[in-house]
Every structure is written in C-alpha cells, then in structure tokens.
C-alpha cells in the first residue's frame, strides 16, 4: 500500500511539478518600471509687503514630472515623460510660521470665497474652494483631472485678505491627498505607481514698521554718562524680519534717532569705520569698534544680528553707540529709531521713559 501510494505521487509530481513551473514563469512580473512625481506651484499674484486689508489671489498649480524608467523587459521605456492622474483634494494651509508649517498664525489671513464655486478661477475638473478652519482652504475635485506629460495645469485661484500685517513673513502650503498623482508605463499596460505632491510660498507683510520687543527682558536704553569729554551712551535691542540675505560685508548698516525738534544722531558719520560684520556661526554676524566709546564723535560700539531658532526670517538685532549730542537733544519722550540692515528700514516710533540719567523704553512684544 505504503509502495503504490509513493508510485502514484511520483507521478503525479511529474505531471505538477513542470506545470507548476510554468504557471510561476508566466506569472513572474516583468521588469518594467515607472515613476510618479508632481510638485505644486503656489503662485500668490503679489508676495508684498502686504498691509492689513490687502486682497491678493494665489494661483494653486500642478507640475508634472512623471517619466517611464528603463527596464530590460520593455527595451522601449526610457526616461521620457508620461501623463499623470490627479485624483485627490487640494489642502492650501495659511498663515506658517516655520517652514514645515508646524505652527500657524492665527487671524493674520483669511480666505474669501468667490462665485458660487468659491474660486476666483477653477479647472473644469474642481468642484469648489472652500474655508477649512481658520487657516486653511479645501480645493476639491469633481472629478480625476490629467497632466499632460511634462506638462503644468492651473488647479485652482483662492483669494485671500490680509487681516493683520504685524507677523514680517508668512508661508503658504499647498498639499494633495496620499497617493493622488498616479503615473502609468507607456509601453507595460496595468505597469503603475502612485505618489502625493506638495508645494510652498512666502507673502511679506508690513513696511518699515517691523521692529519688535525681545520675549524676555532687553530694555532699549539711553544713559547721559555725565561728561562732557565724553559721549552719552545708546543702547537697542529688538526682534525684525529680515527681508533679504545678510551680505555680511556689505551690510548697508546705518541708524538714527529723531524727536519732533529733528535729528539726535545719525551713524556711521565722519571718521567712523564702515560696519562690516563678521559671521560667528550660522545665521549669527557682529561688528565691534572699541574706540567708539572715548572717540570725541562716538560711534557704532557694537552690532549683532542673530537668526531666531525656528522663526522664519526673524532676527534679534543688538546695537550699542556713543553719541556726544544725546544729553543736549534727547529732552522729548516721543522719539524715532531708524535703521537699515541688508536694504530694508526698520522703524519704531515710543514714548520713552524718563530716568534721572537718560531714557528707558520696552518696545511692544512681538505677537
């Protein structure tokens, strides 16, 4: 019995076996290959400086890059481009503090519907654009819209307002849904892949007006030294959004101080050396003249502008000077500090604090 039993399973594992071979050999993929990319263009029609009741419109865009790759099984794949499939919403997120948009600014921006789809301009495959909280807009589609090969497609223009424009620099984020853009071998029928697309942009906001008080205590200060040999001593601290890159050999630093008689001071002036600043580490510049405190004029004592961890664009700036006319001209409360850094002008106009030796001011804290 045990004997036959092993017979017929000899021969049944003859017959099976090859065709079983077979099958896996017909079943086996080929080596076909295609890849799936998009990016987002977000497209605002004025970046700035904004100012509060501004209304821009943002332009939400897809770029496709999808290309067949090559593969041994299909000798005609290259590296030339294919149609993608998008077939998921659009998230636009307002208002980013930081570049991953892992924080948000609250009623700085708002979106605003137009028509009844809600979208200033829309492809015939959107449905509507619509408010997703706060800081958000919800572009969605009716139905699968496709990229011509290497090809760019306007999705969507939302309008929005500017609510506040105290913040210097806002992100905007534009994302789809996982797995939205899809992209198919032109030669290897059913030879797919799936992937997402994101994209970003930057609005500016205010003007000169960008000066901000430290978030702990940095007092601005101007101490009369008693000495007429001697100049009186200046001092400012204050958070600013930097519009433009720090050339730190050419950093264009000036400052100024005014009350409504006219100028206290204005440096560099004279003899001064010109400000060059020195870069200590990343994102961190300084400038130091020594000779600034007993020089007959003063000076520029000492600078320094440090990139904020994790604040886009925002920089604690610190300056010391000596001036000699600030006993004899500083007698009113209201007055102007002015200075320019890398070819924008900061400007804060407070009431200072009288003191038995100078003037104290806090400037109002940044939001």
């Known amino acids: ?11 049944l594992a003859s017959v099976l076996f090859p065709v079983l071979a077979l099958v896996s050999f017909v079943l086996t993929p080929a080596a076909h290959a295609v890849q799936a990319s998009a990016s987002l263009s977000v497209i605002p029609t004025d970046w700035g400086p904004l100012h509060k009741d501004d209304v821009i419109d943002v332009v939400i865009a897809i770029n496709n890059t999808s290309t067949d790759t090559p593969a041994s099984g299909t000798p005609a794949d290259g590296v030339d481009p294919v149609k993608a499939i998008l077939s998921g919403d659009i998230s636009v997120v307002l208002a980013c503090t930081d570049t991953l948009c892992n ?49 760019s497609l306007d999705l969507a223009t939302i309008r929005l307002k500017v609510l506040d424009d105290d913040v210097g620099r806002l992100g905007i984020m534009a994302m789809i849904d996982p797995a939205s853009v899809q992209a198919c071998s032109s030669h290897a029928t059913g030879v797919c892949t799936a992937c997402d697309a994101s994209g970003c942009s930057l609005l500016v906001f205010g003007g000169s007006e960008l000066t901000f008080g430290c978030p702990h205590a940095c007092p601005e200060r101007i101490i009369f030294r008693g000495d007429a040999a001697t100049p009186d001593f200046f001092e400012f601290h204050a958070l600013i959004f930097v519009q433009n890159a720090i050339d730190p050999a050419n950093p264009g630093f000036a400052i100024s101080l005014a009350n409504a008689n006219g100028q206290i001071f204005s440096h560099p002036s004279g003899n001064e050396p010109p400000v060059v600043l020195v ?27 440090s990139e904020r961890d994790g604040m886009m664009n925002k920089y604690k700036i610190d300056i010391q000077l000596f001036d000699p006319k600030l006993e004899a001209k500083a007698t009113l409360a209201n007055m102007t ?31």
């Open 279 to 305: 870069q200590q580490g990343a994102g961190t510049y300084t400038y130091t003249n020594n000779d600034a405190r007993n020089a007959p004029n003063g000076g520029i004592a000492f600078i320094k502008v």
């Open 337 to 367: 500090v002015q200075f320019t850094l890398a070819g924008t002008t900061f400007s804060t106009t407070n009431d200072w604090i009288k003191k038995q030796n100078g003037w104290l001011l806090n400037l109002p804290r940044v939001p």
């Open 103 to 151: 924080t948000l600014a609250s009623g700085k921006l708002a979106f605003v519907p137009v028509g009844a789809s809600g979208c200033v301009t829309k492809n015939a495959g959107v449905t509507s654009c619509a408010a997703s909280g706060p800081n958000g807009v919800l572009i969605k589609l009716k139905s699968s819209i496709t990229v011509p090969a290497g090809d």
């Open 1 to 11: 019995m045990a004997g036959n039993t092993w017979t017929r399973f000899r021969v």
